[in-house]
């Protein structure tokens, strides 16, 4: 379904660019490709979509190139491991943490344009609402056309979609809510499920016992209790603090031997520690931070949430 998706999405967009076009030399490739921006250093759900989405569409026979920062370490390594083909952008001095104002700068569009010129782009995918004000500059020097995805409920809404040609969102109620208030949108919008290969969690064994990985991973010894379970970063719409106010009342008033383990990190992390603190969860709580071997971590879990 997520195949189809993707190639109906590409053929209502795709237009015939010839190399003469766009002043090209004929000495260069012929071939079209896909620009995937993934510039952060962020080892969450976005970078995961990102080269899931590069997975996908290789296996769709097209060309995706992955844009990545130089001083992205995790996301350099990843690509390195999957050896995916990628577009290496090295920030100047100074900016290596401002992604906002980064991907608006003069030295990233000129680099865009290059990128685009050789390996004949004609699309890129975007993940930020930061990152659009810059590749609409771009479209004016490259034919370029930009597809977004929308990851959460972003309320701006209407001004993104001034700045990018087609819309993509993880979200069946946030794809709903974005076509019911933008009914005159001049462009589609589509509901496309995050993009996820679950076949590797599935399938995936180990061989020693819960209470060793536990202990030997995290230092947490079960004593026997059920092992909940939540990886994803720390965000306000997560609802870490709602999974934590939970076990507060199975630990005190139902007396349940379980136990939550949160994996992930972010911005919220600091407040959901505090409630730790202030329910007096520490033993029944456990912030694992970033988890590097999530498979071993779900599968040794009796229940794995969602958020």
């Known amino acids: 379904m997520l195949y189809a998706h993707f190639i109906v999405l590409l053929l209502l967009f795709l237009q015939p660019i010839t190399a003469e076009a766009k002043g090209l030399s004929c000495s260069q490739t012929n071939q079209k490709h896909i620009l995937i921006l993934c510039l952060t250093n962020n080892k969450g759900g976005i970078r995961s979509h990102c080269f899931s989405l590069y997975t996908m569409l290789k296996k769709l026979g097209l060309k995706p190139i992955m844009v990545i920062r130089s001083d992205a370490y995790f996301t350099c390594e990843f690509a390195k491991k999957i050896k995916a083909q990628c577009a290496i952008y090295t920030p100047p001095a100074g900016e290596v943490e401002a992604l906002d104002r980064m991907s608006n700068s003069k030295h990233f569009l000129h680099f865009m344009e290059g990128t685009c010129k050789k390996y004949n782009a004609n699309f890129i ?39 990018c040609d087609a819309v993509t969102c993880v979200s069946i109620i946030v794809t709903k809510a974005l076509k019911a208030s933008c009914a005159d ?6 509901f496309s499920a995050p993009v996820f290969d679950e076949k590797p969690y599935r399938q995936s064994r180990s061989s020693e016992s819960a209470n060793n990985f536990f202990k030997k991973q995290f230092n947490i010894d079960l004593q026997n209790r059920f092992v909940c379970t939540i990886v994803g970063n720390f965000y306000a719409k997560k609802n870490q603090q709602v999974a934590i106010q939970a076990f507060d009342l199975l630990a005190k008033q139902y007396k349940a031997p379980v136990c939550l383990l949160l994996a992930g990190y972010g911005k919220c992390q600091k407040k959901c520690r505090g409630l730790i603190k202030t329910l007096g969860l520490e033993k029944q709580v456990y912030m694992l931070g970033y988890v590097n071997d999530v498979k071993s971590l779900i599968y040794h879990s009796d229940i794995v949430l969602s958020t």
Not at 131 to 139: M, P, S
């Open 125 to 163: 995918h975007a993940n930020f609402p930061w990152e659009l004000r810059g590749l609409n500059e771009l479209k004016k020097t490259v034919p370029v056309k930009v597809i977004y995805t929308i990851h959460d409920d972003n309320h701006s809404w209407r001004k993104n979609l001034d700045l």
């Open 185 to 190: 949108a001049r462009i589609p919008l589509f």
